[in-house]
Structures are given as C-alpha cells and as structure tokens.
C-alpha cells in the first residue's frame, strides 16, 4: 500500500554546484510538501551505515567516498503516492536516459554524480527518513 510521505537528499555534486533551491524549488511546484529538511556532513562510516544494502557491490566504496565528500541535503516529502511521483520526477538513475524536465535531467553531471537520491519504496522511505531525522524532526 503507498503511503503519503518519501525521502530524498540532495547529493554533493548539486549542493557544491548551488543548485540546492532549484531542485526544492521544482519538488514543491510538483506538490511536495517538505516535512524535515537540513544540510549535514556524511562521514563514510555513516555514509556505509546509509548504504549497507549495497556494501557487495563493487561500486560500494566509491558510492560512500562520493557521498561523504561534500554537504548533502536530506529531506522527508509529503504527498498522495509520495513514491511514485517523486521517482518519476527526479528521472532515471543515469540521466542520459533521464525524461526531460525531470531533476537528474537538468542538474546531474553522471550516473555517479547524479544529483538526488529517491527512495525506492515506501519502507525504505520509513528507514531512509528515519535514519537522518528524529520523531520529533519529522512534523
């Protein structure tokens, strides 16, 4: 069953690129409301922590390496299939294959640097959310 609320964060490369108000900008013009938002610091154990799911996978190392390079912006989003609209409107991992006008299309730089993370499913959305913001941090 969909639940009404996601979770997203704004990657390194688009929050060192200055492009943290546009993307929130076409988030809440497509009808999210932003339930928990703030810019933090990953450090690569909890970056790992965040990625265990992937930890053997071989891109695993680099994934934690890019994600703890920079500030990232997590966010929790509300709104009717919050899972399903939000994956349609930031794109396809690899924005080369990316919609037009979706966020990856716009602001990604490579399937690597790919500019935002959308969970996948509304338990993972309960678990990613949780794991960067507190009950009392999510309104």
């Not at 934690?64 to 912006?73: A, L, Q």
């Not at 006008?101 to 602001?107: A, L, N, Q, S, V």
Request: glycine share 8%.
């Amino acid at each position: 069953m969909a639940t009404n609320r996601t979770f997203t964060m704004i990657k390194p490369d688009a929050v060192a690129d200055g492009n943290i108000g546009a993307i929130t900008k076409m988030i809440e013009e497509a009808g999210f409301e932003v339930i928990a938002l703030k810019k933090t610091l990953l450090t690569k154990e909890r970056a790992g922590q965040f990625y265990a799911v992937h930890a053997e996978r071989p891109f695993y190392a680099d994934l934690c390496n890019y994600m703890s390079s920079g500030p990232i912006v997590p966010m929790i989003l509300e709104k009717e299939n919050a899972v399903a609209d939000f994956r349609t409107l930031i794109g396809a991992t690899n924005p080369a294959n990316a919609d037009e006008g979706t966020i990856r299309k716009i602001f990604a730089k490579s399937i690597e640097a790919n500019a935002i993370h959308g969970s996948d499913s509304d338990e993972n959305a309960a678990i990613e959310g949780s794991f960067f913001f507190s009950g009392t941090e999510q309104f």
